[in-house]
Every structure is written in structure tokens, then in C-alpha cells.
């Protein structure tokens, strides 16, 4: 089998290479993915450079979190799986249910975790989770970090969006898509950011109702506020980070919450005093868990929503995946395994 | 201006009468509505009867809660409406956000407190609220009381139905074809119980997605924890009471919940034993209070529901009505006023 | 080592027996457990008689959910314990967080899951909690049904009750009596029922401050409202069954919760419309997950609560403990091992 | 009767003069209060600063919020109150019930609304609220803007606290140590920080366990956590602003809320990123609504809770005590009318 592998010490997509290997042995527990197809994360940018959590790799690493297959083999003991399942491995194995702790576990794809692009995973039954029927494989490889982060976002905060709500999006990019695409089969009014009319014009078509262009309005905050047909948006899906917080705090709704998944961004002012007067707040989402994994697979399946997949590339070309996403993907970017 | 009245001691129809009097003065606080539709619900006919709680009326009374119009007059220190709003008057004229209470106040059109069934109508500002901009008067005089109970139903339990959710809907009757659409529009799955295949028909093209004819099947909540695709429904809009509510219990999903709703049937089995092992709950329903009112409203103009309206009856034609209500309508009857 | 067993086809004290065996060996993944004390509940009765879940026992089965001990040895890929920890298991073997759901797997001792009444026990990681610091192994074997179950009753209902809320327990076993300890911590006001004005008095040296003596009054609902001083219990912890709860409903403050966790009684007025004109509910309770296990140690550490233990029977003795319970105990039967 | 009033264009104490003038009349709705306690908070310092919400005042205004007293009169239609009644003012006069809205309406004691600082007030029934039987006018004097404050922080956000919760409060200003109050009632590990070695210890007698001295640990947030004997504080009672919030990210722990109160520093690291790691919030309060008061009155009564009052001053020395509180005052100050 052929696994791709970050070199320790990588800093660059220098080190990316592909290697010849044995197939993994299941262990008790375990089960065996034949891979079909990954996705691609900014998080896996990060780990590519040496800037995600624990700085640069340490020992070489397959890299991705995000991956979808088909269950080849169980170990002994494993009574979720079977083999033909349709799975895809979780970011945090460790965290199934209940809200965030320390003890989720390692991250796929990163420092001490071998991740998904690979021919052949084996993962512990507890890290897997089956995908939605209705999705391909490239579709279902898009969800385990950004369809779970976007899930959280609009759903596990102090008041998950219902029928009617606003939500608002910041850009095109993958969570934002996802969340879109959730919010909008969830009966919310979605109101979507961007410098591009023509990326608004696709968001559009995927169910948004509310547009700002933030090239034309850099002070966004009140215009996306006004676009909500409501006091403000119940929810902002903040992937920016400390650089947009600003406008986002203007956007959101009284009782509204901000959340807080991007660190695209470093420098910006990021006083939360603005929080007080509408009783708002900010939430930090790292993806989430298994039990959100089934839930947004069940939404899907009931709703028949598909995931945006700008592009799909070949397995041999995982490297030109990477520097496609760096230069700003309508929703993900998928490698096929 | 004319108006209905039932006498004092009314227990049937023949008590129901049309009289001709002065306009009502707005007095301060009070908003004076010319009312353009109303609608029916099952306790106006136990009003007619006597059977609504308190017994036989003691004195005249306008009978039903539900009405909606435009507000042509504000008394003193009114600040929310104003001359040409669309408005309806709210079930509970008391209970404006926060949990049922005993303070919720009088019930419109029972025993103490008029009712709509009026050319013109005064009510404190505080028992008014705004329709949805995208109803007409016919449509939106449909949902003080029956759309406001759908809504406590699905969305103010202890979990309101999300996204990919299972909502399971006990015939096709005002409540439960609001509860259908509101349903549909969350992004809901929805079982419907019929007695009739050609109901269950229509049913489907307002969004429901799983179907049981119970008179085919008597015991027919396992087969609608089987339409749920998933372990049960996650809430059971329980129209019926205690006839019914032993399927509704073999209905129900893990960790969900029957709305009770309806007093239609009285004997049946209510061991509520069986919740125990699913960690089910019961809850109690009496219609809600003006946040939900305008959550709903706001809901309809996100996703343009339209409230399902069986027919519409001339104002002088309104015990015509009442008496083709008590034959089984599907979804609401509406009078214009 | 030494260990009781209920022989296959139970209905009565005399199948249970004290049998020499071997020590069981840890396997990969598991923990073996010195216990050192365990405790009686109404279902290990129900076990003994034939009358759980599932009828007779068709195996030998090692009695009793509830035991606390040490750990001696863990198994391979065990993170969780080490030697010398002081634990529990769980009622449930595999319910970690999250709601009810139909993989909670196994509950100990009753058919096809051997209990713990016994000297070594060896038990899944997952299955395992560790105790309160601040109590004895006989006062933490009352827990892992009755405490989690009072936990879960009072702390993960629709309206987890808060300080000021008033709580109703029925009655003044082991379930109750440990919802009186919560409560009271929790500086909630705490009304009990009883027969027996001296069991009263006991319980209000548990920190109780209301009081109804049920023989005197037999409908005693409406004075449990009156002890609130307020409109009603907010959580109402039903251990009696059908036979208590038209009482209970009448109990049940506006918004209040029924916790239903009895079947003492199957026969009574069950008609749940009461709920309607309240907005109440009954819930169904199944004793509970790892993480109410976890936080009921915590609660436990930081206020220095003591179970009420009524009485402690040698291990040799254990058929008499049975017995004991039988008669009514205050509080919990514990067996030291 | 007297009162005082802030001059317009007010920006020191020089401001403040009391008054001669007639009892208040009272209109339709309106209660008649003879005002025996008021307390302060910091807004009231920035209302005669002018820096408040508005800035200068534009008109000669009564201040404080805070203010207890018996009803002397009710005007027509009031239901809710009789003469006799013991009561406070609401500082937000038009917020019943349910989540923050921009109609929650004007605060006393600033810009446009008159305050409770004169021996008779008359406001409107919705604005008032009925005190603890338990507390004298002094007592309950403290709760309207700080103790509501605490109560919307413990028990209204994301995750209300509970029995065995861990709960950090900073200082032991006002809001700090009715936090500590309730949240010791509640059953919650409280830590609290401090400068002085001295004031921990007379929190210690207030109920708290886990103590910080800032002044030997500047950077406190890691000595907070580990001093709450779990990953960190549920809640942080956060009154202090931009300055300490980067501490209060560090000692918060997994899935726990920063209750955001305070601007008394304007400058820090607001960078919200160590929220994403542990799941955590930041919820902006501003003071409450009629329901929280109710609330607390009810946990004051049924816990025997006393608000810590640091010092009571008479009428004629209102200034002094303005003075008093800008030099740090443990728990609150009040002024006996």
C-alpha cells in the first residue's frame, strides 16, 4: 500500500512524500479503513509549516484529519463495525460524547497521531463513526473536522439555531460552506460575507439570503447586523479570528453568540465589552464529537444537503491539493485515495 | 359594528348569535383591532358545549381566540403598535416570555374574557402581537392558539427538535399540520398517523416523509418508531390524550418527548412505566405565550410556510363553521370577518 | 476467594449462595477490583425473585449493582486507574455521557452480567468511576444506583434544580434519602413524606424543611404544594409508581418535573392531563451515565454530604441484609465484604 | 419630602444635592414606594462622573438604581402589589422575563430615568419587585444591580451552576461576594482572589475554599485553576474588564463560562483564543430581569443567605458614602433613607 508521510522537522510541502508500505494489521479494538477519499483543513497548512499545536513534527507523520472509507476488517471485541461499512475517522478519537474535556484525546494528522491519507488506516472502533448513506465518499471526506466544527458551532452553543433564526458566515471557505449548508436545511436565515459578489452569487445558490460584501464595506459588522431582518445574527460562524471579532460583535444579535473557531487572523481588537449591552457571547469551538458526527450525518440524510466540494484532485497529487487550498477554495478541497 | 356572542348557559350551537352594537372605545393601553379573519379550535366547540374548563358560561360571551386584523387605534402610552399594523391577539393575554405560570391570565373567547369573533375588537397591548409579513389575515388568524401550541410542542421542551430530528404528528388535524410544516421547515423527518391513505397524501406534500394509516394498523406505535428510521421519534405531538397515549409511548425515541396536547380521548392506557427505560418524558402543553407567537411568525417569513387553511367561511356563516370543523377538517377553518 | 451467587431460575432467597473460586485474572482493558463494600437496591430483590427485566435468571449470577473498592491490578492499555485507586462500577457498563440511549449495555448484576457480591471483581475500564475522597467503601457502595439515580432526577431533567427551588422526595429509602442529600447542597428547600412522624423528624436532621405525613393525609399532594411555599416541587422524585402518581401531579409546581423512577406500585389513577394546565412533565429515569457518577463524587467532596446508611451487614450475612431491606429500611443496607 | 438629585452636566459629587419637594403622585399602574435603604455600585461613580452610558447627564437626575422600601400606595389596575408590601426598584424597568432585548428599558438612575435615592418613589408596577422576607431594607437595598448581576452570571448562562460546580470570583467588591453568597448556597467550591490576606480570610467566613492573593501572584489565572481542585472554574465572575481577562481565560476551565461584568480596566490581552482549546465562553451580563430577582429573593429565603454590608450610611451622608465605596469597600455600601 501507499501512504503519503510529513517528514519530521517539516516546515514546507518540501517534505510531503509518498511511500511504499505494508497494509496495517487490525489489533483488538480496531478497524480497518480502505481509504477512498481525504479533505483538506487549514489546520493541515499549520502542520505542514510547523505551526500547529507542539510546533514543527517531530517524527514523520501522515498527515490529514480528514478521510472516509470503506471498513475493510475489525479486530476481535469491535461490536459497532462490521466490514462494508461506510466510516470515517473522527479528529479527537477520544471525545464520543458530552461537552469538550481534556481528555479528547490526540488529533489525527498531527504531532503523535498518524492521519488519513493513506491507502490503508487503522483506527480504534471509538474513533470511527459511520458516514451519512446519502454522501459519496469525496462528499463524506469534507465532514470530520469542518462539517463537525460548523456542526458545533450552530448547534451545541448556549442556544442552537432553530427554525427562523439568523446566522451569519464569514466567507466562502470550508466550515463557512458547511455551516451554510446546515443552517439553511435548519430553516435559518443565512447571511454570507465576502470580497467577491460572484462567490455571494454561489452562496446564493446553496441557500444564503442575506449578502455583504466586505471589500465594499469593511466595517461589515453593521451591515450584516441590518442584513439579519433582526436585531443581529443569532449566531456568527467566526472563522477570522482576533482580526474580525470587531465587526463580528457588531453582527451578532442581543443573546446572540460568536463562534469562535478561526485563527486566520493574530492582530485586531478584540474587546469584549460590546458583549455586555446585548447580553452576546463568544464560545471557543475545536471541532467537536462523535455524538455531533452522527447527528450532522443524520441531518444530512434527512435533508439530502450536499457538502461543497470546490475541487477533487488524484491521490498522486495530494501536494498541488494543498497549494490549491492555500489560494482561497469555494468550500473544500477533496484528494482521492 | 356586528359581533357573535354565545348566551350565558350555552350548551350547543342554537346559542350562538349575532348582534349589532357600538364600536369599542380604546382605552389607554389597549390597541382596537378591526378583526379580518378568525379560526376555530377544538376547545371553541367545548365552549359551545359547556365543556371548556369552568363549566357552562355564565355570561355572554365572544366566542374564539383566534383572530387577526389591523390595528386601527391606540389608546395612551401604547408604544409598540400603531394605526395599520397586522396583528393577532394572543391565547394567553397575560404570559408574554418565560415558562407557563399561574399569571398567564385570561384565555380569549371562555368563560370571563371576549373573544374575536367581532368586527372590532380593544385588547391590552401587552395580549397583541405582529403576524408574519408574509401571511395573509386568513392564514395568519390560524395560529394564536394552534400554532403557538405546535410551536411550544417542537421547540420548547427539553430538547427542541433540530435539524435531522424526528417529529412523529397524530392525524391531520389544526395542530398537527401546523406542527407538520414547522417540522418540515427545521429540517425535521416527519411520521404522520391517518386514518386515511388519501390524507397521508396530502400530508406528503406538505413534507412529511414517513407514513402510518392506523386504521390498517391499531397498534401503530412501533410502526411509527419504524418510519422514524432511527429509535423513535424525537417528539410526539400528542393530539389525542389518554386514548392514544400508549403508542405514542412505543413511538417515542430514546431521551425524547410526547407533547400532550389534547384531551380528544379520555380512556386508554397511561402507565407512563414504559418512559423509564427510554428516559422519555411527557410534557404538558397549554397553547404559549408571545416570544413563541413571534418566534413563529418570524420562523414563516424566514422559510414561507403556509399554515394549511381546510376552508374559509363567510362571517355570517360561522355556526357553519363550527359544524364543519366537528367533521374532520384538514388542517384549519377559517371564518372572514 | 469467596463470592455469592444467585443460582439460574431464582425466585426466592434461598438460591442464594456462597461460592469458593478462583480469583479472576485482568484482561486487556479491564480492572480488577478488591471489593469492600456493597449495597442492596429494590431491583436486586426483583432479581431474587424472578421479576427483573427479563424474568428468571437463566444463568448463576453474581448478585448486586453496587460495590466499592480498590483497584489491585489493571489490564493492558488500561490510562484511566491504577493500583491503589478507590472505585465504583457502574450500573451501566457502557452509558458514559450523553442521554439515554439503547447502547448502554449491560447493567450488573441481573441476567447476563455478573454483579458485585464479591470479594475480586474484574470489570472494563469504562465500566469503572472513581469514589468521593471524602467517603468510606460503605458509604460509597449506595451509590452507583440509588445516588446516580438521585442525581440524575434532580441535576439532568428539563429544569436542573437550583438554589431556592423546592424538591419533593416520597418516602424515606435509599433513593430519596440521597435526593434529600442533593438537594439540601444544592440549597434547595426539600419537602419529605413519610408514614412516620419519627422518620420525619429523622429527615429533617438531614437537612429537610417540609413535612407531610401521608397517613394522616392521605391526598397528600396538594399539601406537598402547600410545604413549598411556592406553587408547587420543581422536581417531584417519584420512587412510588402508579400508585402515587395523581398525588405526585398534584405536588408538581407550574414547570415542575415528575422524576418517575418507581414501580413499587402499579396500579392507580395515571390520567396525565393534570401536566396540561401547568406545563409539567414526567420523566422517565433509569438510573444514569459515568458523568453523574463523576459529578456526584465532586458534589459529594466539596460539601461533605453523607449517605444515609441504615444499617451494616457482614458479608456472610448477606441473605439477611436482603431481608432487612424488606422490612423498610431509612436510608441504605450496605454488606462489607 | 426630600431626595437628591445630580445636577445636569454633572462630573464630580459637587453635583449632588438634596432637595426639597412634594410627594409623587400616583398615576394609573404605578406603585408609591416610601424608600428606606439604597445602596451604591460603580455605575452609580460613573453617572457622576459622567462617564456612564449617555455621558453627561442632560437633566437634573435622582441617582442610584438601588433602592428597598415598603409599597405606601397603589395607583389603578396594579395587582401584583398592596400597601404594606416590601419592595425594590428593578434596575432595568421594562425586562420581565426571558433573554436579553433592546426593550428592556431604562435604567435608574441615569440619563432619563430617576433613581431610588428619595424617600418616595413611584414607579411602574412591571419595574418593582417583591424583597426576601428574610433581609431588613439594608439587606435587600444591595440585590437590585449587584446581586441580580451575580445571580445572572451563576445561574443564567450556558451552563448554570451546580451542587459541587467550582465558581471564581474576583475580589470581594459588591457583585464578588453576593457571587460568593450564592454560589456557597448553591453548593459550589468558591475561590476567590484577593490583595489583601486579610479580606480572604473574611471571605472564608462568607463560605469560600480555595483563596489566590494577586498581589503575590500577578499572573493568577493558573493558581485560580488549580486552587478549584478540578481543570478550573465553571464560572469566573469576571468585574474586573480587559485587565484581568487573560487571567480569567487561564483559570477557566473545559466548557466553562467567563461571566463578563466589569470595566474597571480598559487595557490587556483580550486575544479570546484560549477559549478554543477548552470549549469555553465569554458571556456579557448586563444586570438582569424581573424573574432573576424573584429568584434570588426565593434562594435568599429558603438558604438564610445575608449579603455582606460593608457599611451603612444616613440619609444626609449620601456623599460620604459615595467617597466611601471609591476606596474599595468589602461587600457593599448603603444609605439608610
New interface residues.
Partial sequence: MKKYVLKAGSTSLESLVIIECDEPKVK??EVLIRVHACSLNFRDQAVVTGNYFGGVLTEDTVPLSDGAGEVVAVGDGVTEFKAGDRVAGLFFQNW???????AAGAALGASGCNGMLAEYVALPERGVVKIADSLSYEEAATLPCAGVTAWNAL?C??N?I????CVCVLGTGGVSMLALG?AH?????VVVTSSSDEKLERAKKLGA?GFVNYRNTPQWGPEAAAAS???GADVVVEVG??GT?AQSMQAVN??G?IA??G?LT?DGD?????????????????VGNK?MAR??A??????GMKPAVDKVFPFKEAAEAYRYQTRGAFGKVVIRV
Fill in positions: 483488538p479494538g464520543h460524547d458530552g461537552p469538550p474535556n481534556p448547534m452553543g448556549r442552537p432553530k427554525v427562523g433564526d446546515i436545511a435548519a430553516g435559518a436565515h439570503s431582518n433582526k436585531g479570528g482576533a471579532l442581543f443573546n453568540e469562535l473557531i485563527v493574530r478584540t474587546t469584549p465589552h460590546p458583549l455586555m449591552m446585548k447580553g452576546s457571547s463568544i464560545r471557543g469551538i475545536f455524538t447527528d450532522l443524520a441531518a444530512i440524510d434527512v435533508n
